[in-house]
């Protein structure tokens, strides 16, 4: 097989994701005549795996979408509470099917008694968390169980029931991921439909209730019932996506693509485009994947597909993964660090002029005055003068004495008069006492914007440097 | 009606799962973790399945460690994921809980030639069946009592979660109600969270392989839920949380024998009709509850 530049990529990052996946299954087949059939099946030339890979896909992306607006609301186990509460429609439609004379099997009889039920556990859960002391989550718990107890009494007695073979009405339940048929697909084409037309029309919507449901309610939106149109629609996507893939498999689809999506994004638009796009590779490559090899249940793989993405989210997700926060917070703490060393030499310049009743000049001044002006140990010291000196703050260090150089003197005495100005600030403004506000200063001066700085000297009057309020640390 | 001993062990197991369910519950439901019960018992499957392929049987005492450890990697990595990844609890729960049973499920799937293992009965259980596995037997005044392995699994983790209780009871509450409290006064809060979560974890793996994990769900949440809508003080809510569950065991049995010949069917699944009759409680106490607040 000629390998096309477009296609590198893909194979590479997918052969290392299934090599991950698939150990067993990698080391039988050559490396080639594997690469050849992963191909075939990602781009979907086989012709009986088409109709699952591209339901999951719908499903994914759907349920990304709709699972984005659960999470921010705070509610992603309901998509659990509510593939549990669907059992008992379920067992109560086949029953009724029975009665009038069907085989009790039909889907849209199933899928009805499904949303009703569903439904029903979802206003249950607002009503007891509205009229009640009791919390989300209890409430969820609540109905999930009695619902899930409820139909498994009513499947108990149906199975029973002569004449009518209620078998198969469990993998309702558990889907039937790798033999969905043309009906399956349709559904799940409407549903995607469905649900991008509602998280399109309703963002704004949506978004407010999310965000902040009190003020969505004092300017007249109608929250209540924008509450139980964002519910029918996971209810809609649970329902559907339970007959075709289980209840595991939407439950995680509903959670796992909305959270993984959060680490890239601070911007909902794009948290949904994200969460949906995620949702629809996990369904592609973890059908594609399952139908490469015997024994691999495609739910189970797709779940599996989704948490690696998750992981990966969680520690490189560029706004909130694990790795880009980390290697902020090391820097700005490196950043405080290196101000707080320029702050404590230009005072102990200052101190050195007062004392001499000369001019503030860029005086050369001891290590050890430095230690002792802030309490640092002379490693910490040492560790920081070694930054500074490697973006050229610092000069002529000898072991003994040191001396700021023409940029590090200028960077010195800006950082320097920042503090100052806030603190002036705090005692003028703030009513803070001389000598708590250098702490409070502290926290705040290695953050203030230029514009911040301009907007301090205007209301202080002042441009110059100001003295500090309080004494500037040990007497030489 | 005709009752056997069948009947009364079938109640006492579903007594005590709801005694040993209803204290670790109360403090779950305090701290807004009601789902922790059902996402610990999906995500031991692999747990099940890695320790039955590793020892070769169905030995309880195996399934039970394998169960327990992975219970426990459940609320480690929940918690791991919602303080690193800042994920909001209830989501890194459900993150974390289907993960673990898809990793299950493959493991079943693929090792089907050596694991005997239905994902469905280690979900519901079969409560009726229960009185047949039996570990002991003695005669007591020329009555033939046979000791059932679930009632005396469930009698020793009830006793163990009310002996925890007992002596943590102090630390337990200001843990729940006032984490930094309990930091301030000196012992420390994750301490008990951990404690919590693995009186839980054995709780869930003990009750859910003796009567199936829907009943285990509904033991741990709804008796401590309706409890807490009729007392506010804690020591009354645990009481009448393991009493209601109990209750509920009785009238769940009662109503699993003489409902469903009134509609013409044989039988039921006396687990779901024990979910049941814990969420007929909840009703009559939310219906006190809406009248005279």
Same mark, same amino acid.
């Given at each position: 097989?000629?390998?096309r530049?477009?296609?590198?990529l893909p194979?590479?990052?997918?052969?290392?994701?299934?090599?991950?996946?698939?150990?067993?299954?990698?080391a039988?087949?050559?490396?080639?005549?594997?690469?050849? &059939?992963?191909?075939?099946?990602?781009?979907?030339?086989?012709?009986?795996?088409?109709?699952?890979?591209?339901?999951?896909?719908?499903?994914?992306?759907?349920?990304?979408?709709?699972?984005?607006?659960?999470?921010?609301?705070?509610?992603?186990l309901?998509g659990?509470?509510?593939?549990?509460?669907?059992?008992?429609?379920?067992?109560?439609?086949?029953? *009724?099917?029975?009665? !009038?004379?069907?085989?009790?099997?039909?889907?849209?009889?199933?899928?009805?008694?499904?949303?009703?039920?569903?439904?029903?556990?979802v206003?249950a859960?607002?009503?007891?968390?509205r009229?009640?002391?009791?919390?989300?989550?209890?409430?969820?718990?609540?109905?999930?169980?009695?619902?899930?107890?409820?139909?498994?009494? *009513?499947?108990?007695?149906?199975?029973?029931?002569?004449? @009518?073979s209620?078998?198969?009405?469990?993998?309702?339940?558990?889907?039937?991921?790798?033999?969905?048929?043309?009906?399956d697909?349709?559904?799940?084409? #409407?549903?995607?439909?469905l649900s991008?037309?509602?998280?399109?029309l309703?963002t704004k919507?949506?978004?407010l209730?999310?965000f902040?449901?009190?003020?969505?309610?004092?300017?007249?939106?109608?929250?209540?019932?924008?509450d139980?149109l964002?519910?029918?629609?996971?209810?809609?996507?649970?329902?559907?996506?339970?007959?075709? /893939?289980?209840?595991?498999?939407?439950?995680?689809?509903?959670?796992?693509?909305?959270?993984?999506?959060?680490?890239?994004?601070?911007?909902?638009?794009?948290?949904?485009?994200? $969460?949906?796009?995620?949702?629809?590779? &996990?369904?592609?490559?973890?059908s594609s994947?399952?139908?490469?090899?015997?024994?691999?249940? $495609?739910?189970?793989?797709? /779940?599996?597909?989704?948490?690696?993405?998750?992981?990966?989210?969680?520690?490189?997700?560029?706004?909130r993964g694990?790795?880009?926060?980390?290697?902020?917070? !090391?820097?700005?703490?490196r950043?405080?660090?290196?101000?707080?060393?320029?702050?404590?030499i230009?005072?102990?310049?200052?101190?050195?002029? /007062?004392?001499?009743g000369?001019? =503030?000049?860029?005086?050369?001044?001891t290590f050890a005055?430095?230690c002792k002006?802030?309490?640092?140990?002379?490693?910490?010291?040492h560790?920081?003068?070694?930054?500074? =000196? =490697?973006?050229?703050?610092?000069?002529?260090?000898?072991? *003994?004495?040191?001396?700021?150089?023409?940029?590090?003197?200028g960077?010195?005495?800006?950082?320097?008069?920042?503090h100052?100005?806030?603190?002036?600030?705090?005692?003028?403004?703030?009513?803070?006492?001389?000598?708590?506000?250098?702490r409070d200063?502290?926290?705040?001066?290695?953050?203030l914007s230029?514009?911040?700085?301009?907007?301090?000297?205007q209301?202080?009057? &002042?441009?110059?440097?100001?003295?500090?309020?309080?004494?500037t640390?040990?007497?030489? | 009606?005709?009752w056997?001993?069948?009947?009364?062990?079938i109640?006492?197991?579903?007594?005590?799962?709801?005694? #040993?369910c @209803?204290?670790?519950?109360?403090?779950l439901? !305090?701290?807004?973790?009601?789902?922790?019960?059902? @996402?610990?018992?999906?995500?031991?499957l692999?747990?099940?399945?890695?320790?039955?392929?590793?020892?070769?049987?169905?030995?309880?005492?195996w399934m039970? /460690?394998?169960?327990?450890?992975?219970?426990?990697?459940?609320?480690? $990595?929940?918690?791991?994921?919602?303080?690193?990844?800042?994920?909001?609890?209830?989501?890194?729960?459900?993150?974390?809980?289907?993960?673990?049973?898809?990793?299950?499920?493959?493991?079943?799937?693929q090792?089907?030639?050596?694991?005997?293992?239905d994902?469905?009965?280690?979900?519901?259980?079969?409560?009726?069946?229960t009185?047949?596995?039996v570990?002991a037997?003695?005669?007591w005044?020329?009555?033939?009592?046979?000791?059932?392995?679930? @009632?005396?699994?469930l009698?020793v983790? #009830?006793?163990?979660?009310?002996?925890?209780?007992?002596?943590f009871?102090?630390?337990?509450?200001?843990?729940?109600?006032?984490?930094d409290?309990?930091?301030?006064?000196?012992?420390?809060?994750?301490?008990?969270h951990?404690?919590?979560?693995?009186?839980?974890?054995?709780t869930?793996?003990?009750?859910?392989?003796?009567?199936?994990?829907?009943?285990v769900?509904?033991?741990? *949440?709804?008796?401590?839920?309706?409890a807490l809508?009729l007392s506010?003080?804690?020591?009354?809510?645990?009481f009448?949380?393991?009493?209601?569950?109990?209750?509920?065991?009785?009238?769940?049995?009662?109503?699993?024998?003489?409902?469903?010949?009134?509609?013409?069917?044989n039988?039921?699944?006396?687990?779901?009709?024990?979910?049941?009759?814990?969420?007929?409680?909840?009703?009559?106490?939310?219906?006190?509850?809406?009248?005279?607040?």
């Open positions: 097989m000629s390998v530049p477009h296609r590198i194979v590479i990052s997918l052969s290392l994701l299934a090599l991950v996946l698939l150990p067993v299954e990698v039988a087949a050559t490396a080639a005549t594997w690469i050849d &059939s992963l191909w075939r099946v990602l781009s979907l030339q086989d012709y009986n795996t088409r109709l699952v890979v591209f339901s999951t896909t719908l499903l994914g992306m759907a349920s990304g979408w709709v699972g984005t607006f659960l999470l921010l609301r705070k509610r992603a309901m659990d509470a509510l593939s549990h509460a669907c059992l008992p429609g379920i067992g109560i439609a086949f029953l *009724i099917m029975v009665a !009038l004379g069907g085989s009790g099997k039909a889907l849209a009889g199933l899928l009805t008694g499904a949303s009703i039920s569903g439904l029903l556990g206003a859960i607002l009503i007891i968390r009229t009640t002391t009791i919390k989300d989550d209890a409430a969820m718990g609540i109905i999930l169980s009695v619902f899930f107890g409820l139909g498994i009494v *009513i499947l108990g007695m149906v199975q029973e029931l002569p004449g @009518a209620a078998a198969g009405l469990e993998s309702f339940i558990y889907g039937k991921t790798a033999s969905m048929v043309q009906q697909f349709n559904l799940l084409v #409407a549903l995607s439909v991008g037309i509602a998280c399109l309703l919507e949506f978004t209730l999310c902040d449901e009190a003020y969505g309610r004092s300017m007249g939106w109608p929250i209540g019932k924008l139980m964002m519910l029918a629609l996971v209810a809609a996507v649970t329902v559907v996506g339970l007959q075709a /893939v289980g209840l595991i498999l939407i439950i995680a689809f509903l959670i796992i693509p909305a959270a993984a999506a959060r680490f890239w994004t601070e911007n909902l638009v794009r948290m949904l485009l994200l $969460a949906g796009g995620i949702g629809a590779i &996990s369904g592609w490559l973890g994947i399952s139908a490469l090899a015997p024994r691999l249940p $495609a739910g189970a793989i797709i /779940v599996l597909v989704t948490a690696f993405i998750f992981i990966l989210s969680m520690l490189f997700g560029i706004r694990v790795l880009p926060r980390t290697v902020a917070a !090391l820097r700005l703490k950043k405080i660090g290196r101000q707080h060393l320029l702050r404590a230009y005072e102990l310049q200052e101190c050195t002029s /007062v004392a001499d000369s001019a =503030k000049f860029n005086s050369r001044i005055s430095l002006h802030r309490h640092w140990t002379p490693k910490a010291v560790r920081l003068i070694r930054k500074a =000196k =490697k973006e050229d703050h610092i000069e002529n260090f000898d072991g *003994i004495h040191l001396q700021l150089s023409e940029a590090g003197y960077e010195a005495s800006r950082i320097t008069r920042n100052r100005l806030w603190e002036r600030f705090l005692i003028e403004h703030a009513d803070i006492a001389a000598n708590h506000v250098d200063a502290d926290s705040v001066e290695h953050i230029p514009d911040m700085v301009r907007e301090l000297e209301q202080l009057k &002042s441009s110059a440097t100001p003295s500090s309020p309080h004494p640390g040990g007497k030489h | 009606m005709e056997y001993a069948l009947d009364s062990w109640v006492l197991t579903g007594a005590l799962c709801a005694i #040993a @209803a204290l670790p519950g109360t403090f439901v !305090l701290r807004n973790m009601s789902m922790m019960g059902d @996402a610990i018992s999906h995500a031991v692999p747990g099940l399945a890695i320790a039955f392929l590793l020892s070769g049987s169905r030995s309880s005492i039970f /460690v394998g169960a327990a450890v992975v219970g426990l990697i459940t609320a480690l $990595a929940t918690q791991w994921i919602s303080h690193w990844g800042k994920v909001d609890r209830n989501a890194s729960m459900g993150i974390v809980f289907t993960t673990l049973f898809a990793l299950g499920l493959l493991i079943i799937v090792a089907a030639d050596h694991v005997d293992l994902p469905n009965c280690v979900l519901y259980g079969a409560l009726e069946l009185p047949l596995d570990v037997e003695w005669t005044f020329g009555l033939l009592i046979e000791l059932p392995r679930a @009632a005396l699994v009698a983790v #009830a006793s163990i979660n009310l002996l925890i209780i007992c002596v009871y102090k630390e337990m509450k200001v843990a729940a109600f006032d984490p409290l309990s930091e301030a006064q000196g012992f420390r809060a994750g301490w008990m951990y404690l919590l979560m693995a009186q839980v974890a054995v869930t793996v003990a009750a859910f392989e003796a009567v199936g994990s829907i009943i769900v509904a033991m741990l *949440i709804v008796p401590p839920a309706t809508l506010k003080r804690l020591g009354m809510v645990l009448l949380s393991a009493t209601l569950g109990a209750a509920a065991a009785l009238m769940g049995h009662l109503a699993a024998i003489h409902f469903p010949p009134l509609l013409g069917f039988g039921t699944s006396t687990a779901g009709m024990m979910a049941l009759a814990t969420g007929f409680l909840f009703v009559l106490a939310w219906l006190k509850h809406l009248m005279f607040n």
